[in-house]
């Protein structure tokens, strides 16, 4: 197969926090476990010959959670880490998100209305924060997930003390 | 019926009560509990037909009296207050300057008493719905117009260049921008939204036709005519009646439109039972989208939008020619922004990808019914499968015949859409944001669909499908110098 053509546009800069990788692990780690539990309790409390589809399922429900394991604890968080970019330059808030379609957000530091910082529970564990940047469009929102705590925070008070200096009319 | 000072509520009119009580606005929420009742005891003689009516007129009156009483608005120096609610009071305070509109309706039944409805438009971004707005139903029209001057002079900020303190923008001059011309009427059997109306109506008609009791109908017999003329006789029935509505929907909706630029605003008006006032500051105009259905680009009609920046209900408020033709859709929309001139077309590897997936489903179909047909021998299933894929060929060309962007030097086009198709021009300052969006296929094929955010309008419009290598120079050229960072090295980090 032929190499694949270069990217639209460039690729920014920055990678996420190396904890990003962990946090995403431990995620899968959860879901599986629950995944485990949920197939073992089914296995368990299901007679093995109670109709047609219990002996598929029975089947089906460990191989799922073993591939389920491997994609979401192996595979992904790392894919993840690859891909995922964010920048911040003197105009503007630009990341790159995305697997198989990728998407890439431009927004200028002019039209930012507001800067959200938001730590969920698992995040607090790993010491990370995402940063939502929301302009008037509800198309146009910027998101880097899983920054490390302080970063997120700087990054956005700047943010925010920027756009209120350049801000003109942010629609 | 005012209140003493300024900031003391004030009331709407007492014939509202009136009003509320006729369409049982209130009392609407009774209709399941009556028909209950109905169900229950059955309707023994006219007595309980009469205590019904009277029962819920009453208790309607008695509803729409409380509301009256408990509902109250003020417009203070720097905010509009709006208090109800019969049981849980709710006050809802927004602040003058983030009111993005206000629209003075006046329906068949308040115009009888010669009171408006007010709405006042106060959402934020293209986010909120309906909820965003306040409305304040039963005002008299002066008091209706003195609102709606009041609350708009206060928003337009201080050093614009809009016009001086007290001005009465009823003095100012009128320029007529377009006008409802009845002629234009023809086009309407051609427009999906008004053939609906007759479609809904036909609908409800047979639902309630279902409700009436067996022996109420009359017994027409079946009529002496072969079949097949009784088939042709009801198609055209039926097309008759489908003309013939979605002409007097259109009649409804539009009549008397006319479209004036007074001041710093457009200002529509329109509308047979309802008319409708509605008012867009030209400054918070980004762009227009001329639009053309299917019907509609057979015989050269459109209809032209304005895309206005925090403004609620954006599809029926920013419309700027409801229906007429394309010429004058194109000359409206070229007044609000420049036309950026010629559009690109996009390149063969998106016609490629047009038709594949206009095929997609047909070749879907193909695939299981040939399994089907193995299987069980549902031939017409294959058959099917193939028809829609070669139809997929036509329409999948159509679509990308659609396609198209162009740069100006003050504005931006990107065009798609093929039952509905949209040319969208914005000026460069409407840009908050880019997406470039590149799936799999889309790479492998060297494209990329290129989204414009714009807190107007549908909040982002896109071109589909443009040669990936031309997304970074079309977003330069079409908003402002920090989109550099799409192409160039990046720039000094903050």
Aim: aromatic share 6%; with cysteine; hydrophobic share 50%.
């Amino acid at each position: 197969m032929s190499p694949l053509p270069p990217a639209p546009v460039r690729d920014p800069a920055w990678s996420l926090s190396r904890s990003a990788i962990r946090l995403w692990v431990a995620q899968g780690v959860l879901g599986t476990v629950v995944y485990g539990l949920a197939v073992t309790a089914f296995l368990l409390l299901v007679p093995g010959d109670a109709g047609w589809v219990v002996p598929v399922v029975r089947w089906a429900g460990p191989a799922f959670v073993v591939v389920h394991g491997v994609v979401t604890i192996g595979v992904r968080p790392r894919l993840r880490y690859r891909v995922h970019r964010w920048e911040v330059t003197g105009e503007a808030v630009y990341t790159l998100t995305g697997w198989l379609t990728r998407t890439w957000t431009l927004v200028p530091v002019s039209r930012i209305q507001t800067v959200d910082v938001t730590r969920g529970v698992v995040q607090q564990v790993f010491g990370l924060a995402s940063v939502a940047v929301l302009t008037a469009s509800s198309q146009g929102t910027v998101r880097v997930p899983h920054l490390e705590a302080d970063v997120a925070r700087r990054v956005a008070d700047d943010l925010a003390r920027r756009a209120e200096l350049v801000r003109d009319e942010a629609t | 019926m005012t209140g003493p000072g300024e900031p003391a509520g004030r009331r709407t009119s007492p014939w509202v009560l009136l009003l509320h009580t006729i369409t049982f606005k209130q009392a609407r929420g009774l209709v399941p509990v009556v028909l209950a009742v109905i169900a229950g005891r059955g309707l023994d003689g006219p007595a309980t037909v009469v205590a019904l009516v009277v029962g819920v007129t009453l208790l309607s009156l008695l509803w729409a009296a409380l509301s009256w009483w408990r509902f109250s608005y003020a417009d203070g120096e720097t905010s509009v207050v709006v208090t109800r609610g019969l049981l849980s009071r709710s006050v809802r305070t927004v602040p003058i300057d983030r009111i993005r509109g206000v629209e003075v309706e006046a329906p068949a039944l308040h115009r009888l008493f010669g009171l408006v409805r007010v709405r006042i438009d106060a959402a934020a971004g293209s986010i909120g719905g309906k909820q965003e707005e306040l409305v304040v139903d039963g005002v008299p029209r002066a008091e209706g117009d003195r609102l709606r001057t009041r609350l708009l002079a206060r928003r337009v900020p201080a050093g614009a260049p809009a016009a001086p303190d007290g001005e009465v923008p009823a003095a100012e001059p009128e320029e007529e921008l377009t006008r409802f011309d009845p002629r234009w009427l023809r086009y309407a059997p051609l427009v999906g939204s008004y053939l609906a109306v007759p479609l809904a109506a036909v609908g409800a008609l047979f639902r309630v036709l279902d409700e009436v009791p067996q022996r109420w109908k009359p017994d027409l017999g079946r009529p002496d005519l072969p079949g097949t003329s009784v088939v042709v006789l009801f198609l055209l029935a039926a097309a008759l009646v489908l003309i013939a509505g979605s002409v007097v929907g259109c009649v409804v909706v539009n009549w008397r439109f006319r479209l004036v630029r007074r001041g710093g605003s457009l200002i529509a008006v329109r509308g047979l039972l309802t008319r409708r006032h509605t008012e867009l500051e030209i400054d918070r105009i980004r762009g227009s989208t001329v639009s053309q259905g299917l019907g509609m680009r057979l015989v050269g009609a459109a209809r032209a939008s304005a895309l206005v920046t925090g403004l609620g209900d954006a599809a029926r408020r920013g419309q700027l020619l409801p229906l007429g033709p394309r010429s004058e859709a194109w000359a409206l929309a070229g007044r609000l922004v420049e036309d950026p001139g010629p559009l690109r077309v996009h390149p063969p590897a998106a016609r490629r990808r047009s038709v594949v997936r206009s095929c997609a489903a047909g070749v879907l179909v193909l695939a299981v019914g040939s399994v089907l047909t193995a299987t069980l021998g549902w031939w017409w299933v294959p058959v099917a499968g193939a028809v829609l894929t070669a139809l997929g060929v036509p329409l999948g060309r159509a679509r990308y015949a659609a396609l198209g962007h162009a740069a100006g030097p003050n504005s931006f086009a990107v065009r798609s859409g093929w039952l509905v198709r949209e040319h969208t021009v914005l000026q460069r300052r409407a840009v908050v944001g880019w997406q470039v969006r590149q799936t799999i296929v889309q790479r492998r094929a060297g494209l990329a669909t290129v989204l414009a955010c714009v807190g107007a309008g549908r909040g982002g419009y896109a071109a589909v499908d443009m040669a990936a290598d031309e997304a970074a120079a079309f977003a330069r050229a079409a908003s402002g110098s920090w989109s550099s960072a799409l192409s160039g090295s990046s720039a000094l980090s903050g």
